[in-house]
């Protein structure tokens, strides 16, 4: 095995995955001559560059590369998964030969191993996921400049500010298995986030939010100003904000607090959670745990999506699930492993972190919009809240008890009429999955879990 | 320029490295590391450092009875740093090819714009650390993956054991073993060998459908052979087991706001949320805290006195030294209920013109040195705690926490139970579901009525976030008395 070799190959990555697919070949060669039954190998590398300005001036470059090879290794039913940064022959010998130990250590777990090799493969089409684009220094701090100056310019009640970061990376994933599968893409990510700081003018209280965007080519990214002007926004308008009494009222989600509810909803059908009865959407496959307003997809092939990518975690083809359709449960989040424990076939749903096993996760998760205007949402509340954060860790995810602490608007009458904060919301989520009465028309792609504007017709708001 | 007579002293400081901390583990020669230094030699720099760091976590967990997961991770990299005025240059490689090298020295080379004279280097001291408050013997870090096998099988039948409902049991042992060494431009030259472990386990109860979680866990920078020490990981076992049952008879928690009794330990959290993250001083240098200025202030009632000290031995948060190489102290934030200081690194100290504490953090060579808690507690008071519950008419005492979260700039704080009880005519009566607790940090603890003479430190579980970099820490607290907070439960 010539390592040094393939070594040199990567550092000229850019111009193809032969380095790494030769070193993942060379890698499982390795393992299986120590005892390896089956073996995958997945090898991460990248660049990252990022600039944080504050109050006009450069806070922080960063700039760095960085790779990792990640190895798991079956010997018959036991397995064992292990990583390095060090790709020096030497280092890799030592690592396959301890990832075989380590796997003899453990116990057989009946249901480990790879797919079938039948089930790898498929199309892999250009996902639009990597932009070729490098963005000079000089050009990125302007980015972080003019994000920050148009937060600062948007309100004078803006009088301090966290920062505004810009940041951009881009990198490679080869993965590998005894099957013969090699399977390799290239992404970028552009992203830039602005965090004002107001100032009530007397009592001196201050204010902080945020705002950012993401996207994985540099063109798509809206404007710096576009950016911190919401920034500002969504800072001036939380002033003033009060306590209010304890009561149920309905509670209309944001964008953003909606897709935290879906990103809970996203864990509870993920298969791992499912097979330690660990979720509180257990047995519920084929039931109907949510409105019949409610249908969620997740879609791995949406081009240019954020979770997009040709091929999951352990190879197999990614493709658009229906999670939820009209209420009904109609599919979990499964990769080979957690589906074997349910019976059920992967869903093409394996996150692989390298060096760690797979595990499940979403790709572009997202509910389906409705036709209700946020305003019209808003609108149809006499009294209640519209929640534009929700912050802590309080939800039980196998008894589905919810209860967290909120920020947002008290709704009089159909408007917003004056910023609340240091609340909690509380409820369970299988009722409140249920009780989602409107769907809004406003759906927008900011990550890889997405929701329009949702309404849930009761919660137990605390305050004084 | 100094850079250029320090080059003969670096190289022997290196040589001359405590005895574990081998240069060769960070996979660097001598000359490399010269060349780095001697590449952060701009005129406008006012600090330099390199970080080097070697890393190596190893993990196996049980679910379903089988102990069926291990996993080891080995990382290593370097750290370059460089700031100017409240400017800091930053670059870091898990490889230190020339390349590298030169794209740290040209980010740290950006940074600094306006020349400045000529100044004085000091020449860089070998230094080892003063102390070691985490004595563990190298050879059992390094425990054979079927004594760990083993452990975890005993906690499966022990926690099983305890009541047929438990259904299942999760648990995991994970080890982390790091070495590192920080050269900077202000003559240190110092390394570390740093430990740390953590045994966590979670029970699942199912008795007519309803199903229940528990959780516990233990660890700090100590070796295997404390976890088998008097059983503890069978206590940890049947503590996990303990709250699953317990929440099985769980009835809804109250909402609005009440008085709660804290118990002591983990519930220390509240300290680390309410006030911790915003006595940090990079908050306080942007005044984007809201203790910004609020210095020689009264922040909390007089029987609240808290400190944060990274010098305990064995404590998930303790360190010889930060990630700066300046030993940790014992800080004192608030004395009688009046704010005292902020913890610092030397960028913010410097920056304020206030003292270095010690508190220097950061997740690892990839990541920038913010400054971080320690271990964070309030001293023991003179109450009885059996007196602290039978003074509350009607409200909440709470055990047992997840996580919390806060605003800095608005001071808005939560924090979420998952083991509570109501308290009703001065008794502990029926336990309730989770319930998230909000509050305001710098008017909670002035609604701190009765302390406690019963300090604890908390097992050994916490992982601080901030800026996407995580470090482990630890919390303490006793007993308190908490005359008003909003309890957000679901029944009226």
């Known amino acids: 095995m010539d390592i040094v070799r393939k070594e040199r190959a990567e550092h000229s990555i850019a111009a193809g995955n032969g380095g790494y697919a030769q070193l993942a070949a060379d890698v499982l060669a390795h393992a299986k001559q120590c005892g390896a039954t089956e073996a995958d190998i997945v090898v991460a590398d990248g660049e990252t560059f990022s600039v944080q300005v504050r109050v006009g001036a450069v806070d922080r470059l960063t700039k760095a590369r960085e790779k990792r090879l990640g190895l798991r290794v079956f010997v018959g039913k036991r397995s064992a998964t292990t990583s390095t940064s060090d790709f020096s022959k030497a280092s890799l010998d030592r690592l396959v030969s301890e990832t075989c130990t380590l796997a003899k250590a453990v116990v057989e777990d009946p249901v480990s191993g790879l797919p079938e090799a039948a089930q790898l493969g498929g199309d892999r089409p250009d996902l639009d996921l990597y932009d070729e684009t490098v963005l000079g220094t000089e050009t990125q701090i302007d980015w972080a400049k003019r994000g920050e100056s148009a937060a600062f310019s948007a309100d004078s009640r803006i009088t301090n500010s966290e920062g505004a970061e810009f940041d951009s990376s881009s990198g490679r994933v080869v993965l590998a298995n005894s099957h013969g599968f090699v399977g390799s893409y290239q992404s970028s990510s552009f992203s830039l986030s602005v965090s004002p700081i107001a100032t009530e003018t007397g009592t001196g209280a201050m204010q902080r939010d945020a705002w950012y965007e993401v996207q994985h080519k540099f063109a798509r990214l809206a404007s710096a100003e576009s950016i911190g002007q919401e920034a500002a926004r969504r800072a001036v308008r939380r002033l003033g904000a009060r306590r209010v009494a304890t009561k149920r009222v309905p509670v209309v989600f944001d964008q953003e607090t909606a897709g935290s509810l879906l990103a809970n909803l996203c864990s509870a059908v993920s298969g791992y959670g499912l097979y330690k009865r660990a979720s509180f959407l257990l047995d519920q496959l084929g039931q109907t745990v949510a409105s019949d307003r409610i249908t969620v997809y997740d879609d791995g092939r949406m081009v240019g999506g954020l979770g997009s990518r040709p091929f999951d975690g352990e190879g197999l083809a990614t493709r658009k699930n229906t999670i939820v359709e009209r209420g009904v449960l109609t599919s979990y989040l499964l990769d080979t492993y957690s589906g074997k424990k349910l019976g059920l076939p992967s869903t093409g749903n394996a996150s692989r972190s390298v060096g760690e096993s797979p595990s499940v996760g979403p790709t572009n998760f997202y509910l389906v919009p409705g036709v209700k205007t946020p305003a019209e949402i808003i609108g149809s509340v006499k009294e209640g809240l519209y929640l534009t954060e929700v912050i802590g860790f309080g939800i039980n995810m196998v008894t589905g008890d919810y209860s967290r602490g909120a920020c947002g608007f008290w709704i009089e009458n159909g408007e917003l009429a004056s910023p609340v904060e240091e609340i909690t919301i509380a409820g369970n989520l299988k009722q409140m999955l249920k009780d989602i009465e409107l769907v809004g028309n406003d759906l927008v792609f900011r990550g890889r879990i997405a929701s329009p504007t949702l309404k849930i017709s009761e919660m137990m708001v605390a305050g004084n | ?492």
């Open chain 2, 1 to 492: 320029m100094g850079y250029t007579s320090r080059r003969p002293a670096i190289s022997e400081a290196l040589r001359r490295m405590p005895d574990h901390v081998q240069l060769a583990t960070f996979g660097i020669t001598e000359l490399e590391a010269q060349h780095a230094l001697d590449r952060l030699n701009v005129r406008d720099v006012e600090y330099a450092d390199l970080y080097f760091e070697s890393r190596v976590s190893e993990s196996v967990s049980m679910e379903e009875g089988l102990v069926k997961r291990a996993a080891k991770s080995i990382s290593q990299g370097v750290g370059v740093r460089a700031t100017a005025g409240e400017k800091t240059g930053f670059a870091y490689s898990d490889e230190l090819t020339k390349k590298d090298l030169e794209i740290a020295a040209d980010t740290a080379r950006y940074i600094a714009h306006s020349p400045k004279g000529d100044r004085a280097v000091p020449v860089p001291a070998q230094r080892r650390p003063t102390r070691d408050l985490y004595p563990i013997e190298r050879a059992k870090a390094d425990v054979a993956t079927p004594e760990r096998v083993a452990l975890l099988n005993e906690i499966d039948a022990e926690a099983r054991r305890y009541d047929p409902r438990i259904k299942n049991v999760m648990a995991s042992f994970n080890t982390e073993y790091k070495v590192v060494a920080v050269a900077t431009s202000d003559g240190i030259l110092v390394g570390d060998v740093q430990p740390l472990s953590r045994l966590q386990i979670t029970c699942i109860a199912e008795e007519n459908g309803n199903r229940q979680v528990g959780s516990f866990g233990g660890g700090g920078r100590v070796g295997f052979e404390f976890y088998r020490d008097q059983n503890r990981h069978l206590d940890y076992a049947r503590e996990a087991a303990r709250e699953a049952i317990l929440n099985l008879s769980a009835v809804d928690a109250p909402a609005g706001a009440m008085p709660v009794v804290l118990a002591g330990g983990w519930p220390g959290i509240l300290l680390h949320e309410a006030i911790g993250h915003g006595l940090e001083a990079d908050f306080n240098r942007k005044k984007t805290s809201a203790f910004s200025s609020l210095i020689g202030k009264r922040v909390a009632s007089d029987v609240c006195t808290i400190v944060d000290d990274g010098t305990l031995p064995f404590r998930r948060g303790s360190l010889n030294m930060d990630d700066e190489g300046t030993p940790t102290g014992r800080t004192t934030l608030i004395e009688k209920g009046i704010l005292r200081g902020y913890i610092t690194d030397k960028l913010n100290a410097r920056l304020m013109g206030i003292a270095l504490t010690g508190n220097g953090r950061r997740e690892s060579y990839q990541s920038v040195v913010l400054p971080r808690m320690t271990n964070t507690f309030m001293l023991a008071g003179e109450s009885d705690p059996h007196d602290i519950i039978r003074s509350v008419k009607k409200g909440l005492y709470a055990v047992s926490f997840g996580g919390g979260q806060v605003d800095i700039t608005n001071g808005k704080f939560v924090f979420s139970a998952s083991e509570a009880y109501l308290i009703e005519d001065g008794k502990v009566t029926k336990p309730v579901k989770g319930a998230t607790l909000i509050g305001n940090g710098p008017e909670i603890l002035t609604k701190v009525s009765m302390v406690g003479h019963d300090l604890k430190l908390d097992n050994g579980i916490g992982t601080c976030g901030k800026d996407g970099q995580s470090v482990p820490v630890g919390v303490g607290l006793p007993t308190i008395k908490i005359d008003e907070i909003t309890v957000g439960g679901t029944q009226g």
